[in-house]
């Protein structure tokens, strides 16, 4: 099984910067696609921003040109560098990794999500 730790949120005002890390451990063959959700209060969780294995990158129109995510594969790690934040980034932002167990099987999973607050 996979189990993933989020870190780096917290408050921070408008026009700030954080980053976060989401860091993989457990037993599997291999990490494929990776991302960063974020829920805010009373809406649905949606994709902030993801990369493949191969470094291919995708991005939510509302965060193009702010938030840069990277992942390092030796590490199984993935960070996600949030520049210029704005109060309407304020959510919990979750991590989720597409994995191949060890019987070959290919599973998703989330880690528990760390808070963001952007104040204004």
């Known amino acids: 099984q996979v189990q993933l730790q989020e870190s780096g949120g917290g408050l921070v005002q408008a026009g700030g910067s954080l980053r976060l890390s989401c860091a993989a451990s457990?037993?599997?063959?291999?990490?494929?696609?990776m991302g960063w959700y974020r829920q805010a209060p009373g809406k649905q969780r949606d994709l902030v921003a993801s990369?493949?294995?191969?470094?291919?990158?995708n991005y939510a129109d509302s965060v193009k040109g702010r938030f840069t995510i990277s992942r390092e594969n030796a590490k199984n790690t993935m960070y996600l560098q949030m520049n210029s934040l704005k109060p309407e980034d304020t959510a919990v932002y979750y991590c989720?990794?597409?994995?191949?167990?060890?019987?070959?099987?290919?599973?998703?999973?989330w880690g528990k999500g760390t808070l963001v607050t952007v104040s204004s």
């Open positions: 989720n990794a597409d994995f191949v167990d060890l019987r070959g099987g290919v599973n998703s999973q």
């Open positions: 990369v493949t294995r191969g470094d291919r990158t």
């Open positions: 457990g037993s599997f063959l291999t990490m494929g696609t």
